[in-house]
């Protein structure tokens, strides 16, 4: 496995980072044995970074049941504030009492990296005025160590990161923006290095159009991309390829970027995610070809997305 600094946190996380939103059954059903049993080996093959949501079904709960007999110091979580499953609020008041919910859930005495979620369907300047002091008072209390935000427009980080002191947000996590298909958060990355915030991506799989089996109903991508996205896997499978495995070596390629995180539940996708990694630096020509080819497919769509959040963001 291997490790990277994440930005100026000094915590020192393996690249592919243990996405859970599938622990909570988002992407479908999963039975607690093995999204529990998938958390456990993924820790025993050296991935120490777990991401979850209070919004992500009951993704908090299996987690905290599966680190449960670990010792903190091997892992780092990060969780969420602000994204509910029955809406948004960034209220000072409501992420209080989140932090504390979600660390019980977890069962942890602090949560290393508490993100603002989804901040494009709140008001940026409430986050700033109000959400992000609410949790540096709860990192003042020792009950998260670092601050970060998350969503999928790329100008709601600038927003932020503008209006608020050095070194208060410390991360940020964007998704669907460093895959095959949108690269787009590379435009990003000289800023973000400059400000000495690490970088997470998310889905690499696009949530899912880059798997054989194709997204989950729910996927927000209009059909142009979903179309796209399906005839690369396609062609792919032709080929004898794997489009998961080509999508998350194309991700986890970027130095600039700490961490990967992939959506798992079980532990065949653990061990598919750790080769694809492992595979990376013997690429073999084939794969490169089937790379090209690839993005010659996804050429009309390439950085393509699909509107999120309030207009105003
Ligand atoms: P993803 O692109 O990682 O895709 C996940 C899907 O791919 C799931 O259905 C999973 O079962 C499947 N999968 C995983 N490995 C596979 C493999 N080797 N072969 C075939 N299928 C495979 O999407 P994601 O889960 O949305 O993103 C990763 C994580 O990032 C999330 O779980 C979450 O923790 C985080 N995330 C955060 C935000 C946010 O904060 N706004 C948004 C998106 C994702």
Redesign the pocket.
Known sequence: MKYTKLGSTGLEVSSLGF????LGSV?GPVSQESAIESVREAIRLGINFF??SPCYGNAETVLGRALESIPREKFVVST?CGRYSDGFDFSAQRVLESVDESLERLKLDYIDII?C??IEFGSLDQVISETIPALLGLKRQGKVRFIGM??LPLAIFRYVLDRVEPGTVDVI?S?CHYSLNDSSLEGLIPYLKDKGVGIIT???????LF?ESGPPQWHPAPEEIKEACAKAATHCKLKGQNI?EIALKFSLSNPDIAIT?????TTQ?VH??IKAMDNLERSSVDCENILDEVKEILAPIKNKTWPCGRPEN
Do not use: I, R, W
């Open positions: 996405g859970g939103a599938p992407f991401d979850v969420k993100h979620h989804d998350s969503g996590l998704y998310a889905s690499p799989l696009a949530m899912g798997t998961s995180l992939v959506g798992m539940c996708q598919e995610n």
